[in-house]
């Protein structure tokens, strides 16, 4: 791909010069300390509140790790998806608009390398998210809670953690190279997100959902089996190239 790594240190610097690399790192980081501190505190705190409040009470189960673990993915899978959508929804779209596009292609740079050395590029801002996001909440689990989840179980959920949201990033940068419009590409990865999550309780369809990788994440972060998954991890780490791959031939027929 002609241009690629010019283009790829091109984006990296934008995403360090706008402030989006620091920004989406805060956001991991801060949702990454919250869940330990939600599973271990919020049963105390809601105790406390009842009692005050002259017998309300809320059913909140003891804190633990499985329920620190799921207070981990559950934030930084949500927020990572979101952040993902922002990063991804202007990305070819706001270019086309400036009338940029077309000069980086003419300098010469490949179509392909363009679009690929945005995806790379959000990709590696979310990479660095994930870590610190995940990083600290596994400090932060090994400060309050007595015992740890394996180190090797834990790296490899947040590797999937990170792919999972990777796969939306590369819906919406279809998205924003299919339309002018940086909503309707936000609007596709939204509706893709919400679409996966309903595909995820069906029987044999819902395993091949990026958002159902989650659930063996979570086993193999506590230690457990996670069965085997290994059809649905292939499946959606081959999901990421289709979609850039897609996006590539909805590019090269634009005028620009």
Not at 88 to 101: F, H, L, P, Q, Y
Request: charged share 10%; aromatic share 8%.
């Amino acid at each position: 791909m002609m241009g690629f790594r010019i283009l790829l240190m091109k984006e990296m610097r934008e995403q360090i010069r706008t402030g989006r690399l620091v920004a989406v790192a805060a956001v991991f980081v801060l949702f990454g300390i919250l869940g330990p501190l939600t599973d271990r505190y919020m049963k105390e705190l809601i105790d406390a509140i009842g009692t005050q409040s002259g017998g309300f009470t809320v059913t909140v189960p003891p804190p633990s790790l499985q329920g620190d673990l799921a207070q981990i993915v559950k934030n930084l899978s949500q927020f990572g998806v979101i952040c993902g959508l922002l990063l991804a929804m202007g990305s070819v779209s706001w270019e086309k608009d400036r009338g940029t596009a077309g000069m980086i292609i003419t300098k010469p740079a490949s179509r392909a390398a363009f679009l690929a050395a945005k995806l790379v590029a959000i990709s590696l801002n979310l990479a660095l998210a994930v870590t610190l996001g995940c990083g600290l909440g596994y400090i932060y689990t090994l400060l309050l809670y007595p015992a740890v989840f394996p180190l090797g179980g834990y790296v490899a959920m947040c590797a999937i953690l990170w792919w999972s949201t990777v796969i939306f990033v590369a819906i919406t940068l279809l998205g924003s190279t299919l339309w002018r419009s940086a909503i309707a590409a936000a609007g596709l990865g939204l509706m893709a997100m919400l679409l996966m999550g309903l595909l995820v309780p069906i029987p044999v369809v819902g395993s091949w959902s990026p958002l159902a990788l989650l659930t063996p994440a979570e086993h193999l972060a506590l230690g457990e089996d996670a069965g085997n998954f290994a059809g649905p991890l292939l499946f959606n780490i081959a999901l990421v190239p289709a979609l850039l791959g897609a996006a590539w031939l909805a590019f090269r027929r634009q005028e620009l």
